[in-house]
């Protein structure tokens, strides 16, 4: 059976270390408990308009509230040695890793999975995979997205029905899409990801592209054209979406060279990109845009909108 955390965090402005609610759901032998959450007051009360606009959380409900090192005190027994879950853990795992750092904090320690890629690879016919519209397209109901303590049972619900609809179990999980678990521990925090498996790089499976001439389009905006993206796809695999380039008859690459037409750009990790939050692939086409060829850079929306 399947025990386990979902977690949810929001946070008061761009900062990821300015969390302003946290919530879970714990899973005991795969039912759900009755979610809970907490108020955080962030560093001053401050917020930024844009992620009030989000969540819907004001200073005015934080302003009594205490600080991350004091909530944490009553959360982290929720989660210390469990197995946590969290939709797009590239955010919610980063922004505890700041807090711990930012209040000068041991780190916790539990293993932990994305739901956000478990679904990618599970859920078919699904046109994005933020949490709101992937639980939708499942049927699943779990409250006010964004408030921390609803989408941490969405993210559980979420995770429930992907085991389910796999038939998998978290160690299936690791072995069948080759996933690597996320891990918190004292002085160490390592990111979940997906492992390419030898033989499948993107260059190797550009090349083994087998593409049947009848679903060539010469009119789409891709056709012929060289694409290449960068970052991670928000709404669907990059091979699936590779792949779909080479059906319609344009040229999938996996590197922005002088022959590149296009460049996706997708979410960027910035403990990989650094302060610039761009790829060494956005940072090449756009000195190939100085030197004056035209590379067009897309959005995955803008992508996906001219297929």
């Known amino acids: 059976m399947i025990n386990c955390v979902a977690l949810d965090l929001e946070t008061a402005t761009s900062v990821k270390s300015s969390i302003c609610q946290i919530g879970i759901t714990e899973v ?29 959380i004001t200073p005015e409900d934080t302003k009594d509230s205490p600080s991350f090192p004091d909530v944490w005190k009553e959360v982290q027994p929720y989660l210390q040695n469990k197995i946590v879950v969290a939709h797009y853990t590239g955010f919610d795992m980063n922004a505890l890793r700041d807090a711990f750092n930012k209040y000068g904090m041991e780190y916790p320690t539990f293993d932990y999975f994305c739901t956000f890629r478990i679904a990618k690879y599970i859920v078919k016919g699904c046109y994005s995979y933020s949490l709101g519209i992937v639980c939708d397209h499942l049927g699943i109901d779990f409250g006010i997205h964004h408030r921390a303590d609803c989408d941490s049972l969405g993210c559980a619900l979420l995770l ?52 049947d001439p009848s679903t060539i389009d010469e009119s789409n905006y891709f ?14 695999v990059r091979k699936q979406l590779l792949q779909k380039v080479a059906e319609i008859g344009g040229i999938p690459t996996n590197d922005v ?6 460049l996706v750009v997708g979410q960027q990790d910035y403990r990989v990109v650094g302060d610039s939050g761009m790829s060494n692939k956005q940072k090449k086409a756009l000195k190939l845009l100085e030197k004056g060829q035209d590379i067009e850079i897309l959005s995955e929306i803008e992508f996906l909108s001219r297929l």
């Open 28 to 56: 005991v032998n795969g039912v759900p408990q009755e979610s809970k959450s907490w108020f955080v007051q962030p560093e001053g009360n401050v917020y930024d308009f844009m992620n009030i606009a989000v969540h819907g």
């Open 160 to 211: 429930l029905k992907c085991l389910e609809m796999d038939g998998s179990s978290f160690d299936d999980l690791e072995a069948k899409y080759n996933f690597h678990r996320g891990k918190f521990a004292p002085s160490i925090f390592e990111a979940h990801h997906a492992i390419e498996k030898p033989g499948v790089s993107y260059n190797e499976f550009i090349k083994s592209l087998n593409i």
């Open 223 to 236: 056709f012929g054209k060289s694409v290449c993206f960068t970052g991670t796809c928000q709404y669907g």
């Open 257 to 262: 060279t002088t022959k590149t037409d296009i």
